[in-house]
T-cell receptor, first 113, second 111 residues
Framework: DADVTQTPRNRITKTGKRIMLECSQT?????MYWYRQDPGLGLRLIYY???????NKGEISDGYSVSRQAQAKFSLSLESAIPNQTALYFC????????????FGPGTRLLVL | DQQVKQNSPSLSVQEGRISILNCDYT??????FLWYKKYPAEGPTFLIS?????DKNEDGRFTVFLNKSAKHLSLHIVPSQPGDSAVYFC??????????FGAGTTVTVRA
């Protein structure tokens, strides 16, 4: 089984709809992250959480919110989706040590019409 | 403003030859650099890393070089194999453990 899973893998929604992307991990890591990937821009950090009680905004948090329900679960919400939120979204986890590696889920492809 | 830049969006190389991927950065406070590899419909996977106190790190066919004075790093793949065809992302650590990514380079290895 994959260590970091994301649901759904693909989603089509309409402008103005609220949607939630979910991430679960079995790695036992404290730190979790949400990124979006756009062509020509690489991955950009939306939100990150260093533990269940710690939530921080990344570089592009406007229009998004998150919830850390447990150590293993980190959800990303789009309260009112807009077309420029069409992107590939990745969840990642890490242990929380210096010079560490982040481990990524398979991604959710979101299309906002 | 992107602090990590990969100026070559694509690279085509013949099987068996060397692939060289380049990455430039602007923030001298980065202390750790990583390369990730991404296949279609999968998440990025860690490939190799280098600390800012080193200038070279090697792992099998993959070698990363760091030139701090030029704020430049490169990834060498020798010899290139068809399975190396993927998107490669350069990433850099801030000291609070966040990653800043480049835009990626798509490598195609020709038979």
């Amino acid at each position: 089984d994959a260590d970091v899973t994301q649901t759904p893998r693909n989603r089509i929604t309409k402008t103005g709809k609220r949607i939630m992307l979910e991430c679960s991990q079995t790695k036992g890591h404290d730190r979790m992250y949400w990124y979006r990937q756009d062509p020509g821009l690489g991955l950009r950090l939306i939100y990150y959480s260093f533990d269940v009680k710690d939530i921080n905004k990344g570089e592009i948090s406007d229009g998004y919110s998150v919830s850390r329900q447990a150590q293993a679960k980190f959800s990303l919400s789009l309260e009112s989706a807009i077309p420029n939120q069409t992107a590939l979204y990745f969840c990642a986890t890490s242990v929380g040590t210096a010079q560490e590696t982040q481990y990524f889920g398979p991604g959710t492809r979101l299309l906002v019409l | 403003d992107q602090q990590v830049k990969q100026n070559s969006p694509s690279l085509s190389v013949q099987e068996g030859r060397i692939s060289i991927l380049n990455c430039d950065y602007t923030n001298s406070m980065f202390d750790y650099f990583l390369w990730y590899k991404k296949y279609p419909a999968e998440g990025p996977t860690f490939l190799i890393s280098i600390s800012s106190i080193k200038d070279k790190n090697e792992d099998g066919r993959f070698t990363v070089f760091l030139n701090k004075s030029a704020k430049h790093l490169s990834l060498h793949i020798v010899p290139s194999q068809p399975g190396d065809s993927a998107v490669y992302f350069c990433a850099a650590h801030f000291n609070d453990y966040k990653l800043s990514f480049g835009a990626g380079t798509t490598v195609t290895v020709r038979a």
